[in-house]
């Protein structure tokens, strides 16, 4: 049983900062691309940023030079460092994994539960 556990979001003023962590917990091989996605309401859920094993970063237009994305090979843990935020950053936010649990299976995409991140003045 694999799990996506997320922890951090929250209430934070427009121009301020957040942080996010999501950890891949349970029986793991290897971790392909991790990422971050967001969903506003009424709104599709959409890409925020993705970071490969070896570092390489992917960002949305809207957030590049905002926020920063990285990971933690060893912890099976990938971050999200968000800045200079405004309200049209308000979403739910889902880390995301392409997790393999062992050799003989293939990579199965997995989604954490989601944290609100409120940006309100």
């Known amino acids: 049983q694999v799990q996506l556990v997320e922890s951090g979001g929250g209430l934070v003023q427009p121009g301020g900062s957040l942080s996010f962590s999501c950890t891949a917990r349970?029986?793991?091989?290897?971790?392909?691309?991790m990422g971050w996605y967001r969903q506003a309401p009424g709104k599709q859920r959409e890409l925020v940023a993705t970071?490969?094993?070896?570092?390489?970063?992917n960002y949305a237009d809207s957030v590049k030079g905002r926020f920063t994305i990285s990971r933690d090979n060893a912890k099976n843990t990938v971050y999200l460092q968000m800045n200079s935020l405004k309200p049209e950053d308000t979403a739910i936010y889902y880390c995301?994994?392409?997790?393999?649990?062992?050799?003989?299976?293939?990579?199965?995409?997995?989604w954490g539960q989601g944290t609100q991140v409120t940006v309100s003045s």
């Open positions: 995301n994994a392409d997790i393999r649990i062992t050799i003989l299976r293939n990579y199965v995409n997995y």
């Open positions: 349970g029986s793991i091989f290897d971790i392909r691309a």
């Open positions: 970071i490969t094993s070896s570092g390489s970063t």
